[in-house]
């Protein structure tokens, strides 16, 4: 009938707009969808320059302060422990002078990935800076975290992964006191790189040993 015929053009033209608004809404959903996919990514891309090195594409000073000072604050609060190793490259500056700049970096980023293989997960690896690197071990004794770092120095001395053959490191290593902030327990660990270096270099001390042997000689 003609009233049929106007309900069903009525009908007709309000499920032809539903339509429309519905491809309207899919497209600006799947608009919003793709912005927000970008707008991750490059939130992402932003904290990975704002936490890693761009080098050596391990974390930087900045990523490694922010982590210890939030381990530092948990050991505070309850039981447990913390290690730390500082490592340095011996005679980076030689490396540079003699085989150039370009063989300084990749030094670096090799040393870097091997000491990234060797560690735990669990365990934070920063570019200190320069050639220095700084390792985090949560729940490591002065012990442990030495014997690690031996285990290390001699991997990195019969590495053979890297063109230049006499590179080694000096680390220093420290254990986490009660009390302890966070500047006092890098300052003993760079004492005891210092020490390490002092003694002739490509070897592992803990500041701990160093006072100990002077007061025994006292």
């Known amino acids: 009938t003609t009233e049929t015929?106007?309900?069903l053009k009525m009908l007709s033209s309000q499920i032809a707009i539903s339509i429309e608004n519905?491809?309207?809404?899919?497209?600006?959903e799947e608009q919003v969808r793709s912005r927000t996919e970008e707008l991750q990514k490059a939130l992402e891309k932003v904290e990975k320059l704002a936490s890693y090195?761009?080098?050596t594409n391990i974390y930087n000073r900045m990523k490694f302060d922010e982590i210890i000072d939030n381990e530092i604050d948990r050991l505070n609060?309850?039981?447990?422990?913390?290690?730390?190793?500082?490592?340095?490259?011996d005679h980076f500056k030689r490396i540079n002078d003699t085989y150039g700049h370009i063989s300084g970096d990749e030094a670096l980023?090799?040393?870097?990935?091997?000491?990234?293989?060797?560690?735990?997960k669990t365990d934070v690896i920063a570019r200190w800076?320069?050639?220095?690197?700084?390792?985090l071990l949560p729940e490591t004794n002065s012990e442990i975290a030495f014997n690690l770092a031996e285990k290390l120095r001699k991997i990195v001395e019969n590495n053979n992964r890297f063109s230049i053959n006499e590179i080694s490191l000096s680390l220093g290593v420290e254990e986490f006191k009660r009390g302890d902030t966070k500047e006092k327990l890098i300052e003993r660990a760079d004492k005891a790189l210092y020490l390490a270096k002092g003694e002739g270099r490509n070897r592992t001390m803990r500041f701990s040993d160093f006072l100990a042997s002077k007061l025994k000689k006292n």
Do not use: C, M, P, W
């Open 129 to 135: 800076g320069g050639e220095e690197f700084i390792i």
């Open 5 to 7: 015929i106007e309900v």
């Open 53 to 55: 090195d761009k080098l």
């Open 77 to 89: 609060r309850y039981e447990g422990t913390l290690s730390i190793i500082i490592a340095d490259i």
């Open 109 to 120: 980023k090799t040393h870097a990935q091997i000491i990234k293989e060797y560690f735990r």
């Open 22 to 28: 519905s491809k309207l809404y899919l497209n600006l």
